[in-house]
C-alpha cells in the first residue's frame, strides 16, 4: 500500500511539472534560470529579472521550504536548470526539487557515501538530451544523471573519478577535497580543489576534465617544472613537491566563453606561515590566472602577493564586467581580496586599468625567513576594509569591558603594513577570512559597478619554534601525533578556542565515539582537512591519547608521515575579541560596499547586520562577521543573507537604503538565487545556520510575492 501511495505522488509530480511546461509555452510565459554557480560563467551573482522590485519588495513572504535530510551549514548557492533547482546538503548529498513547490525529485548520496567537507554546489552540462550534474564528495567527482540522480557508469569508474588523478605519485595520498563548483567549458570541466595548507600540502596544479568521460584534458601546474615559466620563483626542487605545495583554486572560476579565455584565483603555497624552504617570489600562488580554456596554455597572470606568509589566499571567483576607461569601453575582470582590495584588469591582456604600486615590506623577520621586499598595492579603489597599519589606541572598542587590557595587548602586536610573522604575535587586519571571502562580490555587469560584502575582524598570528625531536621524546607515540597535527589549532591542552572556532578535544569521549573521531581525522570536517597521510598506528594512538586510554611509553618513535618539518609554526587561528567575545576594535564590524568599477570611486559604504547583544542595550549599525555573498537584480535590488543575526535583508542598490528583512530559520551562510517559472520571480537561500556559535538548520527557504 505504502509503495502504492508513493507511485501515485511521484507520477503526479511528473503530471504537474509537464502540465507547467506546457501551460508556459501555451502562454508564452516568462522563464529565466539560474543555471550557474553565482548566477553565470561571469560569476556576477547578477539577475535580469524585474518582477520583484523596490516599490514591492516589502511584500515577499516565504511560498516553500525543503527540510534537507543533513543539518548543519550549507554554503551552497543552488542552481535552476528548467524547472528544476539542484544544490547540495550540510552533509554533501546532492538534491534536485521543483523549483516551483521545493518538492524532493531525488537525492544523491547516504550517510556512507557523503563526505564531511562543506560544498558550494553542483554544476550543470548538457548535450542533446545528455544531461548532467556534476557532483564531489571528499576527493571525488561524481557524473548524475539531472533527471534520475543516478551515477552515469561511463564517466570514469563507474560514474565517478578521484581528483587525485593527473597529480604527480608523490600527491596520491595527500589530503584533496573540493568544495566548489567546476566551471564548463564545451565537454570540460576546470575543477577547483583544496588542499592541506602545511608542508604536506598536494600540488595546486588546475586541472581540466572530460565531462563525458572523466579522462584529464590537460593540466597547468601552479608550482612550474623546470623550463617552464616561473620556475625560477621556488627553489629548484619545488615541483617535486616533496615540501610545499598549495598554490591551487579552491575558491572557484569565471569564464569568458566567447573569448575562451579562464580566470583563476590562487591560494599561497605550503607551509603558509613560515616560507623559508620556498625561498621567492613562488608563482602561481597568490594569482590571478587567464589560461587558454582549451589547452591550459597561460595567456597572463597578475601576482597579488608575493611570497605569501599571511594565507592571502584569492578567496573567489573574479568578476567579469565592462567599464568605461579613459573614454572607451573595456571588458574586464575584477579580483576581491583578503586584504579588502580590489585589482581590475583588461581582460584579454592584463592590463591593470587603475595603478598598482609595489610598496615596501619589512623584511625583519623569524630567523630562515626570506620575506619578499616590496608588495602590489591598488590605488583605486580604497580598500573596502580596515588594514592593521592604520589602527591606533583610539580604534580599541569602546564597548570592550577589558578595554585597557586590549589597549595594553594591542601595543605588544605587529601591526606595520605587511608586518611579517612573529613570536609577539601580529594583527592581521583585514582578518584570515577577510576583507572579502568565499562569498564574494556581486555586479552590475554592463554598469560597472561591483557590490562587495566584507568583515572587520582582527586576527593575532603568533608563532612558536617547533618542537625539536629531543623534546618529543618523553612523549607518547599519540602525544607526538597530536602535537604534530592538531596543537596550532586545538592548542596544547586540547582546550581549543570556542571564539575563534576551534572546539575543545577535553573529554571527547563524552560527546563521541572512537570511530566517529577517527572517520574526522581521516576525511576532515567542514573547514578542518582531513589527514591522510599518517599511518594507521600513528591515528590509532592519536585516538588513542584524545579518549585517555593511550599506554604512557615514552620513545623515539619517528612520524612516519610526509610532513616536513619547519622551525617555526603558528599557535592556532585566534580572533582579537574582547571579553564579551566582540571584535576588539571599534565597529563597524562588517560592511556592504558598492563600488563604481568605472572611475574607483565608493557609490555608498553601509555596516552590515547588527550584534544582537549590543542592540539591546541600544547599540546600533555595529555590522558583524559575514559570510555568503550578494545578488543584484536589474530592478535595482540587493539581496544578502550571510550574518550571523540569521537576517535576510534586500537593499536599493543604488544608494544602500534598506528596504525589507526577515528571519531566517537558520542564519543563512550562503549566496542567494533567484529565478522565475510561469511570470512568479523566486529567491532562495540556503538556511544551515552553525557557523559562529548560531544554531544549526537544514531548511532551503523560497520567496516571493502573494
Known amino acids: 500500500m505504502k ?52 516599490d514591492n519588495v516589502t511584500k515577499l513572504q516565504p511560498v516553500w521550504s525543503y527540510s534537507a535530510p543533513d543539518s548543519g551549514q550549507m554554503q551552497m548557492n543552488p542552481i535552476i536548470v528548467n524547472e528544476v533547482l539542484y544544490g547540495v546538503t550540510a552533509g554533501v548529498r546532492a538534491f534536485a526539487l521543483d523549483a516551483a513547490t521545493g518538492k524532493e525529485i531525488w537525492t544523491f548520496g547516504s550517510k556512507s557515501t557523503v563526505g564531511s567537507n562543506t560544498s558550494r554546489g553542483v554544476a550543470y552540462w548538457e548535450k542533446g538530451s545528455d544531461k548532467r550534474i556534476l557532483h564531489s564528495i571528499g576527493s571525488y567527482l561524481y557524473a548524475l544523471n539531472a533527471e534520475n540522480g543516478k551515477p552515469i557508469e561511463s564517466f570514469g569508474d563507474k560514474g565517478r573519478i578521484d581528483l587525485h588523478d593527473g597529480l604527480p605519485e608523490t600527491a596520491r595520498d595527500k589530503y584533496l577535497v573540493s568544495n566548489t563548483p567546476g566551471t564548463i567549458f564545451n565537454d570540460l570541466i576546470i575543477m577547483p580543489v583544496r588542499l592541506s595548507e602545511d608542508t604536506d600540502a598536494a600540488p595546486g596544479d588546475i586541472r581540466a576534465f572530460n565531462v563525458l568521460t572523466g579522462k584529464v584534458a590537460w593540466t597547468f601546474h601552479t608550482i612550474p617544472y623546470p623550463g617552464e615559466y616561473g620556475y625560477e620563483t621556488f627553489p629548484k626542487d619545488a615541483y617535486k613537491n616533496t615540501y610545499t605545495g598549495g598554490g591551487n583554486n ?173 613570536k609577539e ?122 579518549f585517555g586510554d593511550e599506554k604512557k611509553e615514552a620513545g623515539e618513535v619517528a612520524i612516519s608521515s610526509k610532513k616536513v618539518r619547519v622551525p617555526f609554526q603558528s599557535t592556532g587561528y585566534n580572533k582579537f575579541l574582547d571579553a564579551n567575545g566582540h571584535p576588539a576594535i571599534q565597529p563597524p564590524w562588517g560592511t556592504l560596499n558598492a563600488i563604481d568599477m568605472n572611475t574607483g570611486e565608493y557609490l555608498w559604504k553601509i555596516p552590515l547586520g547588527e550584534e544582537q547583544s549590543l542592540k539591546a542595550k541600544g ?57 522565475q517559472i510561469n511570470g512568479k520571480q523566486y529567491i532562495v537561500i540556503a538556511c544551515g545556520g552553525t557557523k559562529l556559535g548560531t544554531a544549526k538548520g537544514n531548511q532551503i527557504v523560497a520567496f516571493a510575492l502573494p
Open 3 to 54: 509503495l502504492r501511495f508513493a507511485l501515485i505522488v511521484a507520477a503526479a509530480g511528473v503530471f504537474l511539472i509537464a502540465a507547467r511546461k506546457l501551460t508556459m509555452l501555451a502562454g508564452n510565459a516568462v522563464h529565466a534560470d539560474w543555471t550557474e554557480y553565482l548566477g553565470g560563467p561571469d560569476r556576477n551573482h547578477y539577475s535580469a529579472l524585474t518582477q520583484i522590485n523596490p
Open 425 to 546: 604575535g601580529t594583527i592581521i587586519l583585514p582578518g584570515f577570512d577577510g576583507g572579502a571571502e568565499w562569498g564574494g562580490a556581486a555586479a552590475d555587469p554592463t554598469k560597472g559597478i561591483l557590490y562587495v560584502n566584507s568583515n572587520e575582524m582582527p586576527w593575532i598570528l603568533t608563532m612558536k619554534e617547533t618542537p625539536k625531536e629531543s623534546e618529543m621524546s618523553a612523549m607518547s607515540q599519540g602525544e607526538k601525533v597530536y602535537t604534530t597535527y592538531c596543537s596550532a589549532c586545538h592548542g596544547q591542552n586540547r582546550a581549543g578556542n570556542a571564539k575563534s572556532g576551534y572546539p575543545s578535544l577535553v573529554n571527547i569521549g563524552v560527546r563521541r565515539d572512537k570511530a566517529f573521531v577517527s572517520t574526522i581525522i581521516t576525511s576532515g570536517k567542514g573547514m578542518m582537512p582531513g589527514f591522510t597521510m599518517i599511518s594507521s598506528d600513528e591515528k590509532q594512538a592519536l585516538v588513542s591519547f584524545l
Open 250 to 422: 579552491w575558491a572557484g572560476m569565471a569564464i569568458d566563453r566567447k573569448r575562451g579565455i579562464i580566470y583563476i584565483p590562487t591560494g599561497s603555497a605550503g607551509y603558509d606561515f613560515f616560507g623559508g624552504l620556498r625561498k621567492g617570489k613562488n608563482l602561481f600562488a597568490n594569482c590571478l590566472l587567464a589560461l587558454d580554456a582549451r589547452t591550459g596554455k597561460r595567456i597572463w597572470h597578475f601576482q597579488t602577493m608575493h611570497h605569501d606568509l599571511w594565507d592571502r589566499d584569492l578567496p573567489a571567483p573574479p568578476n567579469l564586467i565592462t567599464v568605461t576607461h579613459n573614454g572607451r569601453r573595456v571588458d574586464a575582470v575584477a579580483q576581491v581580496s583578503k586584504q579588502g582590495y580590489v585589482f581590475i584588469f583588461d581582460r584579454t591582456n592584463g592590463t591593470p586599468l587603475f595603478p598598482i604600486h609595489e610598496v615596501s615590506a619589512p623584511t625583519n623577520t623569524l630567523s630562515g625567513e626570506f620575506p619578499w621586499p616590496t608588495q602590489p598595492v591598488p590605488q583605486k579603489p580604497e580598500p573596502f576594509a580596515r588594514e592593521s597599519y592604520k589602527l591606533t589606541e583610539q580604534d580599541i572598542s569602546i564597548h570592550a569591558p577589558d578595554r585597557d587590557t586590549l589597549v595594553a595587548r594591542f601595543r605588544t602586536y605587529r601591526k606595520d603594513r605587511f608586518s611579517t610573522p612573529s
Open 619 to 675: 547599540v546600533h549599525n555595529t555590522g558583524i562577521e559575514n559570510y555568503g555573498g550578494p545578488v543584484v537584480t536589474a530592478s535595482g535590488l540587493l539581496f544578502i543573507a550571510a550574518t550571523k543575526d540569521g537576517k535576510f535583508r534586500a537593499f536599493d542598490k543604488a544608494s544602500g537604503k534598506l528596504l525589507w528583512e526577515t528571519t531566517l530559520p537558520a542564519a543563512g551562510f550562503a549566496t542567494p538565487s533567484t529565478y
